[in-house]
């Protein structure tokens, strides 16, 4: 079974910046796809950010020019550096890893316990 811990979540003024990490631990498993998603009181989860790895990178148009994603694929990792922090991107931020099981041979998609940021002077 994947398992998956979140870290780096908190208290940040305006204008300033985060760093949120989320590890993939586990045996016989490969991933294919690694991502951020955050979920605002009252409003739907959406996607933050998203790596398929060795593939395409996709943000969403409120965090373009502000957040990075990045993959550590030898320790099935992923961050998201978030800077020039606004009080609207205050939200639990959910990692969300995609791959497969070598035994049995099946698909997993799985979700990170979330961690809360938030922005506020």
């Known amino acids: 079974q994947v398992q998956l811990v979140e870290s780096g979540g908190g208290l940040v003024q305006p204008g300033g910046s985060l760093r949120l990490s989320c590890a993939a631990s586990g045996s016989d498993f490969s991933i294919s796809a690694m991502g951020w998603y955050r979920q605002a009181p009252g409003k739907q989860r959406e996607l933050v950010a998203d790596n398929s790895i060795g593939g395409s990178i996709t943000y969403a148009d409120s965090v373009k020019g502000r957040f990075t994603i990045s993959t550590d694929n030898a320790k099935n990792t992923v961050y998201l550096q978030m800077n020039r922090l606004k009080p609207e991107d205050t939200a639990v931020y959910y990692c969300?890893?995609?791959?497969?099981?070598?035994?049995?041979?099946?698909?997993?998609?799985?979700w990170g316990q979330g961690t809360q940021v938030t922005v506020s002077s």
């Open positions: 969300n890893v995609r791959g497969r099981y070598y035994v049995p041979h099946r698909p997993f998609d799985l």
